[in-house]
């Protein structure tokens, strides 16, 4: 079955899992496959590299390429997480893993061969190199070229390194969201927060010579709340998340992530049934970015372009959205959560504008989509962890700041939704089709914000909603997700206050 | 190495390390990928990995950590983690572990035929499929077709002296294609799961229902927005459902999180609708002999003709519960704790064919697929993205894209006014078709 790719602002394994039709591995061994929440490093990396002789790397890629192949590529990988969960105001789960592995991979023409091992020992990375190099059988051959350490820039900078911060300040920034939830207002009945940190430690060397060894510290920081006034309940959420130190709290403080959580659920418990058909959205500056980063960046991802079945296929340089429409990914926004200094197969991350004024100008492209389509690798090579081969992925997504007063944008639609937040959604790459949930929508009537309605869905496809945006606001931010194509990465989406004419809307009333 | 003695010995280090009571889960695997596209490999993964998590309780504290590296310092070292981390805490007196020693006899969930078969053979098997569905003239293209094994082992032991282990594997085979007509595109697809190779369904037959599942909605036409009845196909079904068992979870129950938290022995829903979860069948996707605790497997009918029988509970929430565990603890590997979950969900059949169904359908959508969510646990809405197609006097009329479908729950599964006959019980979660006999369609 065709995968529909999906979005969502919280892990949501389960949902994964179940929505995978592939789901017979993952009935079988479920954290092999699916280790959406992969753990992570510290000690480990403390010895350079792992303890690995770039000698051997050489051995690796070189056996890797025995059988034949144009390019071979060995990725060591080494996690370290923490997660503290509160719920019920009681610290229910106190979590810590280590996670550690390395991955073979071998192209040959088209062909992909992959294996992995979680012992980094010769043996066993001798051992994946031969299994990955099967699929090279009888085809010509490359001679790998030394390795030598690489220069790559870090737009990731620390001022409060994990490895520094005691337990009990984790605890207390999980309290304090938790105190500010539950005092907002008697409806709040729960609260839960979930605090993740890892640190990951990468290796990345190919046969074209580059050795590339870093490691960056995620911090993820989720706040629920839960209201009921007995007549109407709604679960709110609020996200923080950056590649930083714990100085993302001093920018952010927990207690500004709760209240606004808090102010979603007691909004929201006035919700009545939304209308159902086709209307003019508005959608709020921020994560609603994710809207475009489903239907118009999957489709862009260079895999499906390069098999010549992507919504997109054929159609560079041509005319695909409204004037007003710029759509950028960029890999290199200083400690954004989608950042990644470069990508899982070494490209260097950069800024990529895929759709410029209207006119389509690129694709997201990994090594082997760049081979075959004969483009430039653009960085968006990325992989789950290192059970995962590398594929095309998004990095932090945007509809690029318009000219609108965002005020201007509101009052000028005369009818219609506004929507301030999404749940998250799926698209079918290749039909360009989509799905989102909103989670917190409100009416617009005679330009202005009135009451709010429950869920919608909203679907379209992604070359009708883009030719139909026709207001861009100046006021572009960003929320923090996690994207899920087959494996999941952590993904910025931003967007400004922007309007698109004419969106179906799953009301439940006329 | 022998895992059920290191399983037992790493239980015993975590008394001496000071831990009150502790847990041990550990769990091998060895995958198979194979990826086809037009007729050439494209992509072959193959690996073998294990990993062991430690569940430690310290005085009412419960910590939890995992490692994937077997060495005896490591192990020692990520045990430790997980005492510090049980120290962070709450103390809570549900923190208990399992002493149930039963295993449920369960047959059918390890074929010794799968691992001997040779590479070359399953590689030709999904280059066979690709064919036979790229022959079907209404397909155009090939998005790949795969073959996958997977194998799996789980040790539990636990300081109540609980020591248990299984073993399952199984295979898949796939499809998914594209339509073309024009600037139309519809991609569709088919997939086969099971434990036993032999079981696989044939190829032909997959190949039929893929190039079926992508041709089918080409040329469709906009409805206008309306109230109408709505026939759900079993492939739809899983979306409206999925919302139920998610509000049946003991501890969502217990939060006040659930749209069905107040409704045991109460109905909810039409008496056409009896969902129940079987962790016992012979052969099953979901099937196991115990849970991600230990605790043996049941049959269980959650729900009886529209009423609640039964929330699905792991032994802590249970304990809180005042309860015992359902065997429902759900692990998604040795990574994570157990959560909650289902093993095999299925909605007793009805009487009637989906050919009855459709034929006493005046006007009315059947639904093939369902995007989005499905119905809220939290609160029972419900608002979807659907496809399908369009009765008209009882007969299919044309095939419908791009409309939504949305209610609450409480509307929705009490207005289920038929059930079909047409259980797949191949599946971990199987749905008969439906009706709904009103529905909110968001169309043009």
Redo the contacts between chains.
């Keep these: ?2 995968k ?1 790719y999906s979005v969502s602002d919280i892990p949501r ?3 994964l ?2 929505s995978m ?5 993952i ?13 992570s490093p510290e ?1 480990a990396m403390q010895q350079s590299g792992f303890g690995i002789d770039p000698v051997l790397l050489k051995k690796v890629i070189a056996k890797a390429l025995e059988k034949g192949g144009d390019f071979a590529d060995v990725y060591l990988e080494n996690r370290v997480s ?1 997660q ?1 969960v509160m ?2 105001s ?12 390395a991955g073979v991979r071998v192209i040959s ?11 980094i020992t010769e043996e066993k990375l001798l051992r ?1 190199a031969e ?1 990955a190099s ?2 090279a059988r009888n085809s010509a051959t490359t001679t790998p070229v030394d390795i030598n350490k690489t220069d790559r820039k870090s737009f990731i900078t620390v001022e409060r390194p994990l490895e520094d911060i005691a ?1 009990s300040q984790r ?1 207390e920034m999980i309290q304090r969201a938790n105190d500010a939830a539950m005092s907002y207002n008697p409806v709040i ?2 609260a839960s927060v979930d605090y993740y940190d890892e640190i990951r430690g990468r290796i990345i060397a190919n046969s074209e010579g580059v050795y590339l060894q870093d490691e960056n510290p995620l911090m993820f920081f989720i706040v629920q709340t ?1 209201s ?1 006034n007995g007549k ?4 709110s959420r609020e996200r923080l998340s950056k590649h930083s130190g714990f100085e993302m709290f001093d920018k952010f403080t927990p207690e500004q992530v709760a209240e606004r959580a808090a102010r979603e659920a007691v909004a929201m418990l006035d919700a009545e049934a ?1 209308p ?3 209307m003019d959205v508005v959608m709020m500056n921020g994560w609603g970015g994710v809207l475009v980063h489903e239907a118009v960046g999957h489709p862009l991802e260079a895999d ?1 372009i390069s ?3 992507g ?1 997109f296929t054929g159609k560079m340089g041509q005319k695909v959205a409204s004037d007003v429409f710029t759509m950028v990914d960029d890999g290199s926004i200083p400690n954004a959560r989608g950042t990644i200094n470069y990508d899982d197969e070494g490209t260097q991350a950069q800024r990529n504008v895929l759709i410029e004024d209207g006119i389509l100008k690129g694709y997201m492209t990994d090594v082997l989509s760049a081979k075959q389509l004969g483009m430039e690798r653009t960085g968006n090579g990325r992989r789950e962890s290192f ?1 995962n ?1 590398p594929i095309p992925r998004m990095t932090n997504t945007f509809i690029d700041s318009g000219e609108s007063d965002p005020a201007d944008i509101l009052s000028s639609t005369k009818k219609g939704l506004y929507v301030q937040s999404l ?4 698209v ?1 790459p ?2 360009g ?1 989509f ?1 989102f ?1 909103c989670r917190e929508a409100y009416l617009i009537e005679n330009g202005k914000k009135t009451k709010p309605v ?4 909203l ?3 992604c070359l009708d909603v883009i030719s139909n945006i026709d207001a861009v606001g100046n006021d572009l931010d960003f929320g923090p997700g996690i994207c899920g194509k087959g494996q999941s990465a952590e993904v910025d989406a931003g967007q400004p206050t922007v309007r698109i004419r004419g969106i ?7 | 190495m022998n895992y059920t003695e290191l399983t037992n010995k790493l239980v015993s280090k975590a008394l001496d390390l000071g831990a009150d009571a502790a847990e041990v889960f550990l ?1 091998t ?3 198979l ?1 194979i990826q086809v ?1 037009n007729g ?12 062991v998590g430690f569940r430690v309780i310290v005085d009412g504290k ?9 060495s005896e310092k ?1 192990m020692e ?2 045990l430790k ?2 005492i ?3 120290k ?3 103390p ?1 007196e549900n923190n208990v572990l399992t002493d149930n020693e039963g295993i449920t006899e369960v047959e059918g969930l390890f074929d010794p035929e799968i691992s001997s078969i040779p ?1 070359e053979q399953k590689i030709d098997m999904a280059l066979k499929l690709e064919k036979m569905t790229l022959e079907d003239p209404r397909i155009s ?1 090939s ?2 077709a ?1 073959f ?5 082992e789980v040790f539990i032991a636990n300081s109540n002296g609980i020591s248990k282990s299984y073993k ?5 085979v ?1 499809v ?1 294609v ?1 339509a073309e007509k024009g600037e139309q ?7 086969c ?1 099971r434990r036993f190779f032999k079981d696989l369904t044939a190829l032909d037959e997959i190949a039929k229902k893929a190039a079926d599942d992508a041709a089918a909605l080409i040329d469709p036409q906009m409805i206008p ?3 109408a009845p709505v026939i759900v196909h079993p492939d739809a079904a ?1 979306s409206l459902i ?1 919302g139920i068992i998610s509000a049946l979870n003991g501890e969502r129950v217990l ?3 659930s ?1 069905l938290k107040d409704s045991m022995d109460k109905s909810f829903a039409s008496p056409l609708l009896t969902i129940v979860d079987d962790g016992t069948r012979a052969k099953g ?2 099937s196991a002999p115990f849970d991600g605790e230990g605790v043996p497997t049941q049959k269980r009918v959650l729900v009886e003709k529209g009423v609640v029988k039964g929330f699905i509970y792991n032994t802590k929430v249970a304990k809180r519960a005042g309860v015992s565990s359902t065997g429902n603890a ?8 157990p ?1 909650i ?1 289902t093993h095999n969900i299925y909605v007793e059949p009805g009487d009637k064919t989906p050919e009855e169904i459709i034929a006493s359908t005046k006007n009315g959508l059947m639904v093939t697929q369902i ?3 499905g119905i ?1 646990a ?2 029972g ?5 659907a496809s399908g197609f369009w009765i008209e006097n009882g007969k299919i009329k044309h095939p419908v ?8 729950a409480d ?1 929705i599964l009490n207005a289920i006014d038929m059930m079909g006959n047409d259980l797949d019980l191949n599946k ?2 199987s749905v008969p078709t439906f009706r709904v006999k009103e529905m ?5």
């Design positions: 079955m065709m529909n394994r389960d949902f899992k179940m039709k592939g789901g017979l591995l009935a079988t061994t479920p954290a092999l496959l699916t280790s959406l929440n992969g753990c000690a923490r503290i719920e019920e009681k610290f229910k789960n106190g979590l810590y893993g280590i996670s550690q592995g023409g088209n062909k992909t061969g992959y294996a992995y091992t979680d012992e994946a299994v099967y699929v337990d605890i009945k729960m839960m009921d109407a309940r709604h679960m939304a159902a058909g086709m499906n098999k010549g079945i919504a059970r081969i749940s998250g959604g799926s079918n290749v039909t089709v799905n949930t429950k869920g919608a869905t679907i379209g496809s179906n809307v799953g009301g439940s009333r006329s | 769990e695997g060895r995958n990928s596209l050439e490999i494209d992509t072959i993964e193959e690996a073998a990995s294990a990993g419960s910590g939890f950590s995992h490692c994937n590296d077997f490591s070292e990520t983690m997980a510090e981390f049980a962070l805490t709450t809570d590479m293209k998005s790949g795969s996958g094994e997977a194998e799996g399952t594997n199984g295979c898949s796939g998914s594209v595109k519809n991609t569709g697809g088919e997939y799961s927005t309306q109230k899983g999925r939060q006040g999180a749209f996707m979901g759900s692990r998604r590997g040795f990574d994570g704790l959560g979950g995007t989005g969510y809220n939290v609160n809405n419900f608002s979807g993205g894209k791009g409309v939504t479908i949305a209610g609450t509307e971990s979660f909110m369609i968001g169309g043009a």
